[in-house]
């Protein structure tokens, strides 16, 4: 049963910082690259951070870089992906969600290239 389960999220201040961590098991997920997105209330789902297979390899949307930090940690049986976030703004206010892709390194920015989803976790920024 594959399951990727976030968790981490909650209210915190403008300027503030929250770790999310992801929990994904039920495939292979240490040979995937992940990613974070997000969705922002009225706005569509985008594309947050990547990391490759073995961590060597990231990739951050410019509305992120500098503040957040993707990580990953291929334990034996479950891959736990994180994502340190810094210098919260109220644009950063959405839902989170980790996804998988088959491929080894993160190749594409785009969902729908995406095969394996978590259900998201709410993290509100309060200004």
């Known amino acids: 049963q594959v399951q990727l389960v976030e968790s981490g999220g909650g209210l915190v201040q403008a300027g503030g910082s929250l770790r999310l961590s992801c929990a994904a098991s039920g495939r292979t997920f240490s040979t995937y690259a992940m990613a974070w997105f997000r969705r922002a209330p009225g706005k569509e789902r985008e594309f947050v951070a990547g990391?490759?297979?073995?961590?060597?390899?990231?990739?951050?949307a410019d509305s992120v870089k500098g503040r957040f930090t993707i990580s990953r940690d291929n334990a034996k049986n479950t891959v736990y992906l994180y994502l340190q976030m810094n210098s919260l703004n109220s644009e950063d206010t959405a839902v989170y969600y980790c996804a998988a892709d088959r491929s080894t390194m993160v190749r594409t920015t785009a969902e729908r290239e995406y095969d394996y989803w978590g259900q998201g976790t709410q993290v509100t920024v309060s200004s």
């Open positions: 990391i490759s297979w073995n961590g060597g390899s990231t990739l951050y």
